[in-house]
Structures are given as C-alpha cells and as structure tokens.
C-alpha cells in the first residue's frame, strides 16, 4: 500500500545544530507539505513543493530549508536549530488535481531542541 | 483561503450521531470544505470535503448550508475511537499547485461511554 513516511520520529538536539528531517511518500503525488504544530495549536505551513526542484515559503519558512531532487522525497533542513523550534513536525502530500486539497499527512517527528 | 469558526470543543455519547458546526461566512464562490480529525499524537486524516452538494462517505456526513456559509460534519454512530480534535477547512486548489491547508484550532470532540 502506498504511504507517507518521516524520520527520524523523535530526535533530541541541541541549539545551533543542524538537523534534517526525512519525508518520504509513495503515492507519487507532486505536492508535498512541511507543517509544524505546537502546543495546543493547529498546524502551520513551513514549506511546501509542486514538483522536483520547486520549493516555496509557507507562514513560517524563517530557519526551515527544504529541497526536492526527487518525487518521493523532501527532506526539511533545520540550519542552526533553536528553542523556538521545538514542535511536532508532519509531512504531507497531494495529488495535483483541480478540486481536491486532500492531503495525506505522515505519523510526525517529535524534535525537541535544547 | 477563508477563516472558519468552531466551538472549541463538544461531547458526544458513544452511538450517538455527532454534529459538528462550522462556520464560513466570507468563503468564495471555488472554494470547497474540507474536513480533517487528529487522534492524539497522530498526523490529521482526511475525512470528507465538498463544495455545494451535500457529501457522504464511509466515515461521515456533510452537509452544506444553501448559502455556503456553514456546515455541519456528522459521524452517524460515533465510538470512543472518534475522540479527536477535528477541523474545518476552507481551500481552493486550481490544481496547479496547492498552498497548504490553513488549520485553526478545531473543536475538540470527547466521545463518553
């Protein structure tokens, strides 16, 4: 069966680092999605991608970097993490089909930076 | 995209239908509903969307005011495992690309035993 998948689930860092996040999809869809949730709050777009090499700024990009050299695959770099971005992290994709927004969303990466 | 407005939360007794309102008084003419669940910890699930007609799948009921300017999400028998934060959502996807999905703070549905 197709799916969405990311990693690691939880990872532990600390400020400055840099860290990556893996997405990975097999619904071949072009659109993929990075959104952040914290607390007690809904989710908020970071970055997302219409195709290969296509990468736009969602509500909150500042600090997020992603790439897409593939279909199945984007991966979103954290390039000096800081305590503000401690957040669960999901990943999602979509199909590009006039009409249709529904997203298929990854289980989440827990990232706590200290 | 549009703003909506949900109560922040509602219960439900197992079995019951659940009705969740939603409100989207400015959406436009191509913009459709779509509605979304959180289990706790879990990445949010599709559940249904729609654009005028009412809808109905597997797991729920929608069902759009005439004037669009709300609806009302309805899980005809709802169980324990329905116990999750839901959300309203207004988008339109030319399908060129897509710009996200912009989520709210949903309503919180507690299903008792």
């Known amino acids: 069966d197709a799916e969405i998948t990311q990693s690691p689930r939880h990872k532990i860092t600390e400020t400055g680092r840099q860290v990556t996040l893996a997405c990975h999809q097999t619904?071949?869809?072009?659109?993929m999605f990075w959104y952040r949730q914290d607390l007690g709050h809904g989710l908020r777009l970071i970055h997302y991608s219409y195709g290969v090499h296509d990468t736009n700024k969602g509500e909150v990009s500042d600090g997020y970097s992603v790439s897409r050299s593939n279909t199945e695959d984007l991966p979103l770099t954290l390039e000096s993490a800081a305590s503000s971005q401690t957040s669960v992290y999901f990943c999602?994709?979509?199909?590009?089909?006039?009409?249709?927004?529904?997203?298929?969303f990854g289980p989440g990466t827990r990232l706590l930076v200290l | 995209d549009a703003k909506t407005t949900q109560p922040p939360s509602m219960d439900c007794a197992e079995g019951r239908a659940a009705n969740l309102p939603c409100n989207h008084s400015?959406?436009?003419?191509?913009?459709?509903v779509y509605w979304y669940r959180q289990i706790h910890s879990q990445g949010p699930q599709y559940i249904i969307h729609g654009l005028k007609n009412n809808e109905t799948n597997e797991m729920a009921s929608l069902i759009i005011t005439e004037d669009r300017k709300s609806s009302t999400l309805i899980l005809p028998h709802a169980t324990l495992r329905d116990t999750a934060v839901y959300y309203c959502i207004v988008s339109f996807h030319s399908g060129g690309g897509a710009d996200g999905l912009t989520f709210g703070k949903g309503t919180h549905l507690i299903i008792q035993p």
């Open positions: 999602a994709s979509s199909e590009s089909r006039v009409g249709t927004e529904t997203q298929y």
């Open positions: 619904w071949n869809h072009n659109n």
């Open positions: 400015t959406i436009s003419g191509n913009e459709y």
